[in-house]
């Protein structure tokens, strides 16, 4: 029994060595978030001649966003590094000329620097001849043209204190129509009617759209900023609008907004 006591005092301190972290440690999971991309522009449905197209969109992940993917009719058309992967949102215009007339379904997804991919957005368009004018109305959003006053004075600036979307009208109601990241600077154009939301224009990517002031900082005078009212949503399809609780005399109906009273039958109607 002596001569077995050293085996046994060789166990217990490798147990003990064991117990202590001396052996392999059990790797941790993770849980690898999976992330989002938008095609910003161009927009369902637009035409373009025959020539270089520009297709922009956003990537928004936590964990980073190492690179984006662009591919047209299933083929993929380039592949574009995150040169700040450590972003959270990533914005990027990709150039692309089509071989041939056609119709093309545009993909784009990104990957996060974990290696996950996002599910892929898309948008079809026309490529037609290079005589044709492309036409840029979209057929599915609601779109106003603003009208802009030329003055020699600077437009009055927007600087982003946070990631934040740019959307298509002055309410989170509306679909984003970009994704600004923190520290990018935009022109503002025009001011809402209740003051929450500035229309801008950002030079980068040409893109005009609606952001709320509390995402960042306006520097500049904005006392001789235009108010601008906005585009109005549209009701959805298959959806009664709210009843109006209105009173409107004989005669008379509530307008579609429930705001005041109007006349059946052309006549004349007092609120």
Request: aromatic share 8%.
């Amino acid at each position: 029994m002596i001569k077995h006591f050293p085996l046994q005092i060789g166990l217990i301190v490798a147990l003990l060595l064991s117990a202590c972290g001396g052996g392999t440690p059990i790797p941790e999971s993770g849980i690898e978030s999976v992330p989002n991309a938008w095609i910003d522009s161009p927009l369902e449905g637009t035409t373009f001649p025959l020539g270089e197209i520009e297709i922009i969109s956003h990537t928004q992940d936590l964990s980073g966003i190492a690179r984006v993917e662009l591919s047209a009719n299933g083929q993929v058309i380039r592949t574009d590094e995150n040169p700040a992967s450590s972003l959270t949102l990533f914005v990027i215009g990709q150039k692309w000329i089509p071989s041939e007339p056609g119709n093309y379904l545009v993909q784009v997804r990104g990957q996060t620097t974990g290696g996950a991919w996002s599910d892929y957005a898309h948008v079809n368009i026309i490529v037609v001849g290079a005589t044709a004018v492309p036409s840029l109305t979209p057929t599915l959003v609601p779109t106003f043209t603003p009208t802009f006053t030329p003055t020699p004075v600077r437009p009055p600036t927007f600087t982003f204190i946070k990631n934040a979307f740019c959307r298509t009208g002055p309410s989170v109601e509306f679909p984003d129509r970009t994704g600004m990241a923190a520290g990018e600077v935009v022109d503002i154009l025009n001011i809402s009617e209740d003051g929450f939301w500035y229309f801008v224009y950002w030079k980068k990517f040409d893109v005009s759209c609606w952001v709320a002031s509390g995402a960042g900082e306006a520097d500049g005078e904005l006392s001789g900023v235009a108010v601008l009212a906005g585009p109005t949503l549209p009701v959805p399809s298959g959806i009664a609008p709210p009843a109006c609780l209105l009173a409107c005399p004989a005669g008379c109906e509530p307008n579609p907004a429930c705001s005041a009273c109007q006349a059946i039958s052309g006549g004349s109607c007092k609120p």
